[in-house]
């Protein structure tokens, strides 16, 4: 069992719908009693079937001249319901509520049954309960792999798999129908990230019973089983067995629970994990892909693998229906610099079988067994899946592939200006500008630079236009937003409250909040996003409202930043402009000043940053998103995590104050850049309102970095800050995503020659 993926009830066809046009289609949502959406819900009709997302959210595709039937919805623990498909107004979204229906649960005393005996009778009940005759399988999957919040490589396929029966030893046959892929080429370091036909074959269990690590007999040997209960399985009455590795095996197996329907004594569904007892004993791949690794300088360990198998029988006979695994691997490489976590999400369904008129499938048509399908000829076409039942997403797959596409756009144009920067003559001013031309003549950079090495500018220039309309130019004097660098003023504003004895570090937030629910959390775990409240800019929801009207910091912080704790505080990094919009509001109820009038009293006007303040009622630029105006919103619900306006100049201003005690004194300027926590996702650490960079910029091998990005819809920013040569990069665009990251790590290669 090396991969795997997810699961939902599908129904047997009796000739292959993938080809024909959908017609009718169903779109719903499954909910609760609650209205809370129930993920994986179980939607199935005679000739097809899907499950629902996350959400609850489901899209039924069936095909033209459909005879009237019933939709099936179901989910475990759930009372299913039947709806006639005839009733279903299309044109609406279907909305299914399920209740929940009382465990009756039989007591296994009667008669004691050995679990293992009930295993051992189930795989010899193989040849009874599956198809054991040739079939085709129709199917689809979707990978997702992110690097922490970053989805960094995205691929789906539709594929037919001639399988010669459940009791054949002949190997399955693979057929790619469609496919597309797309993977960010920087952050996966080269890494290919995908799937090959074997590893679609290893999800099913069931056919490869006697060479799984679990059901073989060295497997049957090495693992406890406990039979629990005999419950009701979505309508079966089925046997639940928890099972674990046994102690003092030094290798990696499983820990997890199964079912078996009474009656018959079929696999209706296998959940499993590594068991922890043999987690640090887990190895990736086999021998041979382990000696690859290591002669490249490769190290991928293992930190989490989980699976779940399910079954159906839309017949007489039972079949896979689905998988789902999810694991996270760690990359590794001393040679390539790199290190860090994917966690990767493998999502398959069956959505039909053709047991009419099948034939093997055509040397010409068969992809290899050990082919990777990502690397097969695909397409991006948005409407690419219109006539095929899929999942549903859990986000925005469209918005994600063009977010990628333009970052390898951009990573392929910093290799082309490299090779045009080692041509040039060894003056900094003349590289910078050329490689800020470069990026400007694509379209990408619009904006004003200013970097400062040994304390002295080595350069400044502005690019294009801060208002496209009225044709105004850039100037040294244009304002920006600069979005999340705003968190660098915020976290300095509580150390300048924490050095006047006013507040501590370890404070709850409920000491300045009266009545809020997150009461116990410090404002160190606000400061250095590992307080688990979720990210109140990430909810649609709440954004509609944000955008539309002017909200009080205490209402933003009851309303919109009490939703329940992700994770345990202390225990995670989770990025979340909520912890700072709470900060601003202590910081209001301790100063008993708005928190612009805190940043104007305590920092722009000591500073001299007289082109700074938070969230003015004007601006001399314009932003500008997908080549738009950007919308406008209220600045101000934005407080403490982003709104500040500032030029470059100011901000050289507020870089050199950093290296003072004009602000606080030298050894609470410094803390603000110890690393506090992890911040996978860009690796770097995150102090107090800082990130200090690890493997992501070149020069991080010879010098520390310390900085910020910003973002706020057409404004993006990149501040960036060497303290051992008092050098700092300030990029300011008015025309939205940048590649910021890119352009920096030039830039820094260039001062450090």
């Known amino acids: 069992m090396k991969t795997a993926g997810f699961v939902a009830l599908f129904l047997i066809l009796q000739s292959s719908l993938l080809s024909q046009p959908a017609n009718i289609i169903i779109t719903g949502k499954v909910l609760d009693n609650n209205n809370t959406p129930l993920a994986y819900a179980s939607i199935t009709a005679k000739h097809a079937g899907t499950f629902s997302n996350k959400f609850g959210e489901f899209l039924l595709k069936l095909p033209a001249g459909y005879n009237p039937d019933t939709l099936v919805i179901s989910f475990l623990g759930y009372e299913s319901q039947k709806l006639s498909i005839s009733s279903i107004n299309t044109s609406e979204i279907l909305i299914i509520k399920l209740a929940k229906k009382p465990v009756v649960l039989q007591e296994v005393i009667i008669k004691p049954i050995d679990p293992v005996q009930l295993i051992q009778n189930a795989i010899a009940n193989i040849p009874l309960n599956y198809y054991c005759h040739p079939h085709i399988m129709n199917g689809f999957y979707r990978i997702d792999t992110k690097k922490g919040d970053e989805h960094i490589m995205l691929s789906e396929a539709v594929f037919d798999i001639y399988n010669y029966g459940y009791d054949s030893k002949k190997k399955s046959q693979f057929r790619l129908n469609k496919m597309r892929a797309i993977q960010d080429e920087q952050a996966s370091h080269g890494i290919d990230l995908g799937l090959k036909p074997k590893n679609i074959f290893e999800y099913d269990i069931v056919k490869h019973i006697t060479e799984s690590d679990l059901f073989s007999k060295s497997g049957l040997k090495s693992h406890w089983f406990k039979l629990q209960r005999i419950i009701d399985y979505n309508g079966v009455e089925a046997y639940e067995i928890i099972f674990d590795q046994k102690d003092g095996i030094k290798k990696s197996l499983y820990k997890g629970k199964l079912y078996i329907a009474v009656n018959d004594l079929a696999f209706i569904s296998i959940g499993f994990t590594r068991s922890p007892k043999g987690l640090p004993y887990a190895e990736y791949g086999d021998a041979g892909t382990r000696a690859l690794m290591k002669l490249v300088g490769i190290d991928i360990d293992i930190k989490r693998d989980d699976f779940l198998v399910n079954y159906s029988k839309p017949g007489n006979k039972w079949v896979l229906s689905g998988v789902r695994n999810d694991n996270t691997l760690n990359f590794k490489s001393n040679r390539a610099y790199y290190d860090f976590s994917a966690d990767i999400r493998v999502d398959y369904i069956v959505t039909g079988i053709d047991t009419v008129n099948i034939k093997e499938i055509a040397d010409n048509e068969m992809l290899g067994n050990n082919k990777f399908i990502e690397y097969q000829p695909g397409s991006n076409e948005r409407d690419f899946w219109k006539d095929y039942n899929t999942i549903l997403a859990d986000y925005n797959a469209d918005t994600i592939a063009s977010k990628i596409i333009a970052k390898n756009e951009a990573y392929n144009l910093k290799g082309k200006i490299e090779k045009r920067l080692q041509k040039l003559p060894n003056d900094k001013s003349v590289r910078i500008d050329s490689l800020l031309s470069f990026y400007h003549q694509q379209g990408i950079f619009n904006g004003a630079a200013l970097i400062k090495q040994d304390d002295h500018i080595i350069f400044q220039k502005n690019y294009g236009l801060s208002d496209r309309e009225n044709n105004v130019p850039i100037t040294s004097n244009t304002q920006f937003r600069i979005g999340s660098l705003t968190k660098t003023f915020t976290s300095l504003l509580i150390q300048q409250l924490i050095t006047e004895n006013k507040i501590s570090i370890y404070d709850p937030v409920g000491?300045?909040?009266?009545?809020?629910?997150?009461?116990?959390?410090?404002?160190?775990?606000?400061?250095?996003?590992?307080?688990?409240?979720?990210?109140?800019?990430?909810?649609?929801?709440?954004?509609?409202?944000?955008?539309?009207?002017?909200?009080?910091?205490?209402?933003?912080?009851?309303?919109?930043?009490?939703?329940?704790?992700?994770?345990?505080?202390?225990?995670?990094?989770?990025?979340?402009?909520?912890?700072?919009?709470?900060?601003?509001?202590?910081?209001?109820?301790?100063?008993?000043?708005?928190?612009?009038?805190?940043?104007?009293?305590?920092?722009?006007?000591?500073?001299?940053?007289?082109?700074?303040?938070?969230?003015?009622?004007?601006?001399?630029?314009?932003?500008?998103?997908?080549?738009?105006?950007?919308?406008?919103?209220?600045?101000?619900?934005?407080?403490?995590?982003?709104?500040?306006?500032?030029?470059?100049?100011?901000?050289?201003?507020?870089?050199?104050?950093?290296?003072?005690?004009?602000?606080?004194?030298?050894?609470?300027?410094?803390?603000?850049?110890?690393?506090?926590?992890?911040?996978?996702?860009?690796?770097?650490?995150?102090?107090?309102?800082?990130?200090?960079?690890?493997?992501?910029?070149?020069?991080?091998?010879?010098?520390?970095?310390?900085?910020?990005?910003?973002?706020d819809f057409g404004y993006y920013t990149m501040f960036l800050r060497q303290p051992d040569n008092k050098s700092v990069i300030i990029l300011l665009n008015n025309s939205g995503d940048f590649p910021r990251f890119d352009i920096a790590d030039l830039l820094l290669d260039l001062i450090n020659q």
């Open 511 to 711: 000491k300045f909040i009266p009545g809020y629910i997150h009461k116990n959390i410090t404002i160190e775990q606000l400061l250095t996003h590992t307080s688990g409240i979720p990210n109140y800019t990430g909810r649609q929801d709440y954004l509609n409202e944000i955008m539309t009207r002017e909200i009080s910091l205490p209402d933003i912080v009851i309303k919109f930043c009490s939703d329940s704790l992700a994770f345990k505080p202390g225990s995670v990094f989770q990025y979340s402009n909520s912890g700072y919009v709470i900060l601003a509001a202590i910081i209001e109820n301790v100063t008993n000043k708005t928190y612009g009038q805190a940043l104007k009293e305590r920092i722009f006007t000591p500073l001299k940053m007289d082109h700074s303040g938070f969230a003015l009622d004007s601006i001399n630029s314009k932003g500008y998103w997908y080549n738009l105006p950007e919308p406008a919103y209220k600045i101000k619900n934005v407080a403490g995590a982003g709104g500040i306006i500032s030029t470059a100049a100011d901000l050289l201003k507020w870089d050199e104050a950093l290296y003072t005690t004009r602000l606080l004194p030298t050894e609470k300027i410094n803390g603000l850049f110890e690393p506090r926590s992890e911040y996978v996702d860009w690796d770097a650490w995150y102090g107090y309102g800082w990130m200090i960079d690890r493997k992501l910029f070149n020069q991080s091998k010879k010098h520390t970095l310390i900085y910020h990005p910003g973002t």
